[in-house]
């Protein structure tokens, strides 16, 4: 069939099935041999096209890389792509034709000469036509070889390879362009036909080759051939020597010939005559194609025997698809087929001693390609055989198609049996995709589907034998037996036992899927349970002959085929013992050997029961204890255990730990243990339940306590009050413990030691009425270490008795006498009080007896007042009398039997016996007890005092009159004081009025000097790249015309004036807003951040600084250096990812931080630190020149200067020849030496300078290491490495090697200085400053900013609120929803009312808008906190402020008397007085600083309240301060009049820090003003500059024009120079009639202009050179 048939051969397929009996195997391998031939055979010529370009891409650059003299680094396949943008082809233009395109045009390319080979632009540059461009490259190589300009193109057909996968990439872009690929074979004919030669010409070319060949130089030779004039065609330059050869034989021979031909005069030589003995153009053409000829017949040859060579061992795949034998339909697939087929070929004609040609070896390509077809459409059967085993279920109707297909002869096939069969076949299919996968690996072959076939027939056998009763063994033996199975492991001499096995296995099968096919037992199960039984018979084997063999018996437990699940190998012992226990009960029941043998379902019950128990033991002993197992193993169903509660389980832990522990190690809880443990734990919950309940059931909680399972010791039912008090408390005291249900559970323990000590408890109150004679009983009870009563002392028994007689005395009349534990444990510690109270008592009486012995009144004095004796009234000025008294008292009495004993009176006991030697205790009477007469007791010593020091109190009945005496002298110096303190307030308004003035002052030149400086730095630039004629006279014009206006700017302050009345109030938000701006960093932290960095750059300089008022205090400065730290924080965190950004690119706020501390803040430390380093660098002519080169040519200039002769020394030399000099060497050696100096005295200046440094600039050194050391803690220190880099100059310059070792000792140094820059105190420290000391100031903060400011930052904080301010609840969300929409310029200024015209108007508002007010910044929010607690704190404040008005008005004694005091009409008339002067001071403050305070409450209230209502209003605010414990009106409201007594003290304080800031602030203004003068004087010879620059243009063009004419334009001309854009009235057809005339005047700087239309002369106008400069620049 033909190629173009192949679609309707496919169609045919597609319609018909491939078992469709319509069509035959013959017809249906014939269409699919067609179909396959005309794709093989396509391809293989797609492959060959491909292949051919593929090596014409290759040539062509080869070429170019030996025209360029480069290297082109890309493959062939990328090489189309390199083309693209022309470069590679400029290149080679410039190769052969430099004139035309010269190596600086190299991208402006025009190749118009060559006109014959000319690809289009976008065949190139959109690859729309690539192989035409390759194509041409090849007519152009061809051509300027011919030419002699380049080198020839070298052929590689049949001299490369390429990949199949280059190959199929070339195929599919080729065939996807769908170009015609062009004839590269005939370009040579193309180029002879279209290049015109004249014949002298073309003489010449055929002589130069005839010399060529009698020189016998081959490259000559072709050289000659190859010229363009020549016409030859088809020359290969890989045959030149035999061009040379043929060529040399051909025309010797011809010349030979010539010889015997040659007669008459050979005077006269032409043209024919010199052919006759050389070659002429078509004879050299003839031998060309004839070398060529036979040269591609020898490489034919070559190349075929190369095949026959690799038949045997080889690459065969290329040797066929070599390009010069052309094979068709190579199959890479199949080339082991081929080779096979080739050894045949080769055998065969090595017997018939033949050679293998051409035809035979295509012959055999076709043969093999046709088997490949044969197997294939096998395998196309067999694929859907397979397809049809993997669906589920099976299609047996076309598989027993597939079966019975003729092309396969299956033997011992029963259709009656397919299902069988399919079953079997689908087991065998999945068994094979489950070893090697889907693959083709994983089909099924034709003799595997017989060897399927035999076993299923087999294994129907085999179920039939066990399906007899009884089991037909012999043909189970036999099928066992057989081959087919395979099976493998089967003892025969176990035949008995297999046969119960399978038959077991049967039956369970039919039971669930009944007598089918599925009830079949198959092969994989036949060889499991065969394998199985092996493995239970060595199991039972090992456990009746020898079961210490831990080993063995594990490996059959442990064995795939027992399906024993959870086999541990750590529990092998404990089922070996279960195994041989059942076993033994087995054989005690029967004597048959196979009933005996333990089954797959009796080992798996034991080890799974015994898994459960080992696992419980194991939980219980492990530390902690794992009650998730103990619940896992409660909960087996192996252990069947009974009333289990799982929500207790941690109480049946506790339990089996304790059961545990009573036994031996090797022995574990069995399940009678354990449901005995868990019987008692039921009960102790029922009790524990009861003792819950309220009231508790007694019945039920004394049967529980009797319950045999509890088996409780020393019950006695006459205690069960106590029992059930006690074990409530107990019970209660666990709960109040433990809140889990479980731990708070009373354990049998417990319960008993509940019972035991409430048993002892009993005894004592029964003991109670029957002591001392039971003395030595109640010491045992008391020291039982059941009850463990605390602070218990033995020797206090009887102490303790009478304190317990004494609580039962007092529980008496509530009709309860019994004392429980914790009366008991009460008594104890009273009794221990007791003591020691008694105790300290008698040893200070013993104190106070000894210092009267010894006469020491000093310690007399100490003794006397001790707050243990409390004896009352005792003065320090009566020791004399106490001691003198107390002595003859000790004297007077006898000395009795100088005993040691003393016996003291005490309220319980009555006395306490104590040996004044040994310092022991008794409440019993001592056996050698005998009083000391001489000793003092308590009452005798009280009484003593108490007489003395009556006498001596009159002094108190005086002090009425001295307190008298001393309120009329602190009168005195009270008036004094307020006097003068009066003289000091008048002097306060003019102060406070200055300290506002100066402020505004300097805050409005800082912003003037700052925009000046900035300006005249611009000013700088511009009039340096005037000089170098960089940019026009017009750029600078304007710059100095907004200098002009920025100076005129400097004093213009009108303040608050200025705006709409109505819009005043609007500054009472912007002041909140502001502040919280000021005091909250992280809102313009996430503004700077959230900004683009353009805008954010511009929005820093203008508004930042104004914000915090430039730093002009302490305060401000501190929350500057805030921001700074949130902000650089802020940045950190979101955008550095690694340390090399923040060290490439430095954050925005660094920048600002660097920017603010220079000028006059760094610019002392500075010179402090650098100034005696390089002062001497600076006074010095030393010269510092480390390049060698520089010195020889400084050297070599100076030995020219001497001797006035030029040097015969070169003078372009490199750095290494120059270090060859001796001079050049010591002078680089003496300079290294001097800047090693520099360098050091540069260090040691800076290493010890860190704190000089300002503090703003450190402070954000160190959060920028702190923020990159959390960021990346691995990678602490690169940053200061990086900063300090300890680079050397041994590697790259060797010859400053010496500066090595300093450069070392610097970077240390640096290092460390780096490490001190950033480590600085906390700004909180460093300026004493928190986030409480804005309510502490005594005045609010003050900014000084302008309209548009306000406008364009309010703008910018609403663009942002949801960045800056993403919570709901924000403050600065409520702050701008009051404010409302930002309002522009215009809605805040007011216009003056003459202002009509627009320009004028918007210039007002233009200058109006740079005003400047003073807000004074306030806030709504107080403390952070709860709301309750600001409104205490305003309550505090505004009483406090009312208290302190109304005491100016009245006087009293105490506050209540003034609140309580009647108002006279001058009293009323003073209050208000006080009132408005106040207000006209704050009205004045504000005039002044141009500000607009916001009223705080209390102050409106002060304007409106009258004296009456300010103390009825005190009188509320005191109440309600002292419901909340502020004050308190029984101290007078001491606590508020402190707080104002603290309020004047500090505005002393206030007035002194007033005074220091003015000072400052002069100083301040001082340099301010000084800076000023400097900026307008370099202003001023800025004017003067420009002034000359414009004269000197106007004098340059006076000179070339002697007298001042005017030039004349029509409106035409000066619209296409585009001068006039438009004339109002006027078509542009009629600009030709109007002609403008520009006539200079005598000011250089101004010209007029007038326009005239025919006769109409119109008015004339002034224009200013200089503004006209600048409306250019706009």
Not at 66 to 86: H, K
Not at 203 to 219: L, T
Not at 435 to 447: A, C, F, M, V
Not at 1576 to 1604: F, G, H, L, P, R
């Amino acid at each position: 069939m033909a190629l173009t048939d192949k679609g309707e051969v496919q169609m045919m397929l597609r319609q018909k099935d491939v078992l469709d009996p319509a069509l035959t195997r013959r017809e249906i391998s014939g269409l699919r041999a067609r179909v396959q031939a005309a794709e093989i055979m396509d391809e293989e010529r797609q492959k060959f096209i491909a292949y051919q370009y593929l090596c014409r891409l290759a040539e062509a650059k080869d070429w170019i890389e030996r025209c360029i003299d480069e290297n082109i680094p890309v493959s062939v396949n990328e090489f189309e792509n390199t083309l693209r943008n022309g470069v590679l082809l400029a290149k080679l233009s410039n190769a052969f034709a430099k004139e035309v395109v010269p190596l600086k045009r190299i991208y402006d390319i025009d190749q118009a000469k060559y006109e014959i080979f000319h690809p289009e632009t976008v065949d190139l540059y959109d690859q729309k036509n690539m192989p035409k461009v390759i194509y041409c490259i090849h007519a152009v190589a061809l051509y300027c070889y011919k030419l002699g300009k380049t080198p020839a193109i070298t052929s590689f057909t049949g001299k490369i390879s390429f990949t199949d996968e280059e190959i199929l990439e070339k195929t599919v872009e080729l065939k996807s362009r769908g170009l015609k690929m062009p004839m590269f074979n005939r370009i040579g004919g193309i180029l002879t036909k279209e290049i015109k030669v004249d014949d002298e010409t073309f003489f010449k070319a055929i002589v130069a080759v005839n010399r060529a060949i009698d020189d016998e130089d081959a490259p000559q030779t072709v050289v000659a051939m190859n010229h363009i004039a020549a016409r030859l065609v088809d020359i290969d330059p890989d045959y030149a020597d035999y061009y040379q050869e043929k060529l040399f034989i051909a025309k010797n021979d011809k010349a030979s010939q010539a010889a015997i031909d040659t007669t008459g005069d050979t005077n006269e030589l032409t043209e024919d005559d010199y052919f006759r003995t050389n070659l002429k153009h078509n004879e050299i053409q003839n031998v060309v194609s004839e070398v060529n000829e036979e040269r591609k017949d020898f490489e034919m040859n070559m190349a075929l025997q190369a095949v026959i060579d690799s038949i045997e061992e080889g690459d065969l795949l290329n040797a066929l698809k070599n390009p010069l034998l052309m094979f068709s339909a190579i199959d890479p697939s199949i080339i082991h087929i081929y080779r096979n087929h080739l050894k045949a070929l080769k055998a065969k004609r090595d017997q018939e001693d033949t050679e293998i040609s051409y035809d035979d070896i295509q012959l055999t390509i076709k043969n093999a390609n046709e088997e490949m077809k044969r197997m294939n459409y096998q395998q196309s059967v067999l694929q859907i055989l397979n397809n049809l085993l993997d669906s589920n279920p099976v299609n047996c109707s076309k598989l027993k198609e597939c079966l019975e297909n003729e092309y396969f002869e299956f033997t011992n096939l029963d259709v009656a049996y397919i299902e069988q069969y399919s079953i079997v076949m689908r087991r065998g299919r999945l068994e094979k995709v489950v070893i090697n996968g889907y693959g083709e690996e994983g089909l099924l072959t034709s003799d595997e589907i017989q060897q399927l076939i035999n076993q299923a027939n087999l294994l129907r056998e085999l179920n039939n034998a066990l399906d007899c009763d009884p089991v037909d063994n012999v043909k189970l033996e036999k099928c066992l037996r057989s081959d087919t199975f395979a099976l493998h492991d089967v003892e025969f001499e176990w035949l008995g036992v297999y046969s119960i096995c399978l038959k077991r296995r049967r039956v369970e099968k039919m039971k669930i899927y009944g007598n089918g096919n599925k009830s079949f037992l198959y092969l994989d199960e036949i060889q499991r349970l065969i394998l199985q039984t092996n493995w239970l018979i060595i199991l039972n084997k090992a456990i009746d002959e020898n079961p210490s063999d831990q080993s063995k018996i594990s490996e059959c437990l442990l064995s795939e085929y027992m399906d024993v699940e959870d086999v541990r190998s750590e529990n092998i012992m404990q089922y070996t013992i279960m195994f041989k226990l059942l076993k033994n009960e087995k054989a005690a029941i029967s004597d048959d050997a196979d009933e005996i043998m333990l089954t797959i379902k009796d080992i798996q019950v034991i080890v799974s029961r015994e898994n459960a128990l080992l696992t419980l033991d194991r939980s219980i002993r492990a530390e902690p204890i794992e009650i998730s197992k103990v619940r896992e193993s409660l909960r087996s169903k192996v252990l069947n255990l009974l009333n289990l509660r799982m929500e207790i389980a941690s109480f049946y832990t506790v339990l089996l730990k304790e059961e545990r522990d009573s036994k031996d190690h090797d022995e574990i809880l069995r399940e009678n243990d354990i449901q005995s443990c868990i019987d008692e734990a039921n009960v102790l919950i029922d009790l524990n339940n009861c003792l819950a309940e309220d009231p508790v059931n007694t019945t039920k909680l004394k049967g529980y306590l009797d319950d045999h399972i509890l088996r409780l010791s020393d019950v006695n039912m006459d205690n069960m009050i106590l029992y059930t008090s006690s074990l409530v408390a107990e019970r209660k005291q666990k709960m109040n413990a433990f809140t889990d249900s479980n731990k708070n559970l009373l354990s049998k323990s417990e319960v008993n030691r509940v019972i035991y000590s409430s048993n002892i408890i009993a005894a004592i109150n029964e003991g109670l009425d029957y002591y001392p004679s039971n003395q030595e009983q109640f010491n045992i009870w008391l020291q039982d270490k059941t009850l463990a009563f605390n602070g218990l002392q033995l020797s206090l028994v009887t102490l303790y008795v009478k304190t317990l007689q004494e609580m039962r005395e007092e529980k008496s009349p509530a009709g309860e006498k019994f004392l429980d534990f914790i009366d008991i444990q009460n008594s104890v510690t009273r009794g221990n009080e007791i003591h020691d109270l008694n105790v300290s008592l008698v040893r200070f009486v013993a104190k106070v007896n000894s210092m009267i012995e010894a006469e020491d009144q000093g310690g007399l004095l100490v003794a006397l007042q001790s707050p243990i004796l409390s004896l009352v009234g005792v003065s320090d000025g009566l020791i004399a009398d106490y001691f003198a008294a107390l002595k003859t008292a000790k004297d007077e009495r006898s000395a009795g039997n100088g005993k040691d004993w003393v016996k003291h009176e005490t309220e319980i006991t009555n006395y306490i016996y104590y040996n004044l030697s040994s310092e022991e205790f008794a409440y019993d009477t001592p056996e050698d007890y005998a009083s000391n007469g001489k000793f003092l007791t308590k009452i005798e010593i009280e009484q003593l005092i108490i007489s003395i020091t009556e006498r001596y109190n009159l002094y108190e009945k005086q002090i009425p009159r001295i307190i008298a005496i001393q309120a009329l002298a602190r009168g005195y110096l009270a008036r004094k004081m307020i006097k003068q303190r009066k003289y000091e307030l008048k002097r306060l308004l003019p102060a406070v009025v200055k300290l506002q003035k100066l402020r505004s002052h300097i805050v409005t030149s800082i912003r003037a000097n700052l925009k000046l400086e900035k300006d005249l730095g611009s000013m700088d630039v511009k009039i340096g790249l005037l000089v170098k004629n960089r940019i026009t006279l017009q750029d600078v014009v304007h710059q100095n015309r907004a200098l002009k206006k920025i100076n005129k700017d400097v004093s213009n302050v009108k303040g608050i004036d200025v705006m709409i009345k109505e819009k005043t109030s609007q500054l009472e938000g912007y002041q909140s807003l502001f502040y919280l701006l000021q005091t909250e960093p992280k809102y313009l932290a996430k503004l700077i951040f959230e900004m683009p960095q353009s805008r954010s750059n511009r929005f820093v300089e203008a508004a930042i600084l104004t914000i915090f008022n430039y730093a002009a205090n302490s305060r401000e400065e501190f929350l500057l250096i805030k921001l700074f730290n949130t902000a650089l924080q802020e940045e950190i965190l979101h955008r550095v990812n690694s340390i090399e950004d923040i060290i490439e690119n430095i954050p925005l706020v660094v920048k600002l931080a660097i920017q603010f501390n220079r000028g006059s803040r760094s610019q002392n430390c500075l010179k402090e630190i650098f100034g005696a380093a390089i002062q001497p660098i600076i006074n010095s002519k030393e010269d510092y020149n480390l390049d060698p080169s520089n010195i020889y040519k400084e050297w070599l200039h100076h030995l020219e200067s001497i001797s006035g002769e030029a040097s015969q020394l070169p003078h372009n030399i490199n750095t290494a020849q120059a270090l060859k000099y001796p001079e050049v060497k010591k002078k680089l050696a003496d300079c290294i030496a001097r800047l090693k100096v520099v360098i050091s005295n540069i260090v040691t200046a800076i290493a010890p300078a860190a704190e000089k440094l300002p503090y703003a600039l450190r402070c954000v050194a160190m959060t920028l290491r702190k923020c990159l050391e959390k960021k990346f803690p691995n990678d602490k220190d690169i940053a200061l490495k990086r900063i300090a880099v300890n680079n050397k100059f041994g590697n790259e310059t060797p010859y400053l090697s010496p500066l090595d070792d300093v450069i070392s000792e610097s970077f240390e140094k640096l290092r460390i200085f780096f490490n001190e820059v950033s480590t600085v105190e906390e700004p909180g420290e460093r300026f004493q400053l928190d986030q409480y000391s804005e309510y502490a100031m005594l005045r609010k903060a003050t900014i000084y900013i302008s309209i548009r400011e306000i406008c364009n930052i309010h703008k910018l904080v609403v663009d942002f609120e949801n960045e800056i301010a993403p919570n709901v609840d924000d403050p600065l969300r409520e702050v701008l929803s009051d404010l409302g929409t930002p309002l522009s310029e215009t809605e805040l200024i007011e216009l003056p009312a003459s202002t009509n015209d627009p320009i004028a108007v918007e210039a007002v508002i233009e200058d109006l808008a740079k005003t400047e007010v003073c807000l004074t910044l306030t806030t709504r929010f107080d403390l952070k906190g709860d709301n309750k607690t600001s409104d205490v704190s305003s309550l505090f404040n505004g009483t406090k402020k009312l208290i302190e008005d109304v005491v100016r008005v009245q006087k009293g004694s105490s506050l209540a008397d003034v609140l309580d005091t009647h108002l006279s009409v001058p009293e009323s008339e003073k209050y208000r007085g006080i009132i408005s002067s106040r207000a006209s001071k704050v009205a004045l403050i504000s005039q002044v600083t141009q500000s607009q305070e916001s009223a705080s409450p209390g102050t409106k209230i002060e304007k409106e309240v009258s004296l009456e209502k300010a103390k009825f209003k005190i009188k509320e605010g005191l109440q309600a301060l002292e419901e909340k414990g502020l004050t308190s009106s029984k101290d007078g409201y001491a606590i508020m009049l402190r707080e104002i007594a603290k309020d004047i003290l500090n505005r002393r304080l206030y007035r002194k820090n007033r005074k220091i800031e003015i000072l400052k602030l002069r100083e301040a203004q001082v340099a301010l003003d000084t800076k000023t003068d400097d900026y307008v004087e370099q202003m001023d010879y800025y004017n003067k500059y420009i002034k000359t620059c414009i004269e000197n243009m106007a004098m340059s063009n006076k000179k070339k024009k002697d007298k001042k004419t005017a030039l004349k334009f029509t409106a035409a001309r000066l619209q296409e120079k585009s001068i006039v854009l438009s004339i109002t009235g006027l078509q542009p057809q009629q600009y030709k009639n109007v002609v403008i005339e520009i006539a200079p005047t005598d000011d250089p700087s101004k010209f007029k202009m007038h326009a005239k239309m025919v006769t109409t002369t119109m008015d004339s106008i002034l224009l200013d050179f200089e503004h006209l400069l600048e409306l250019q620049y706009e």
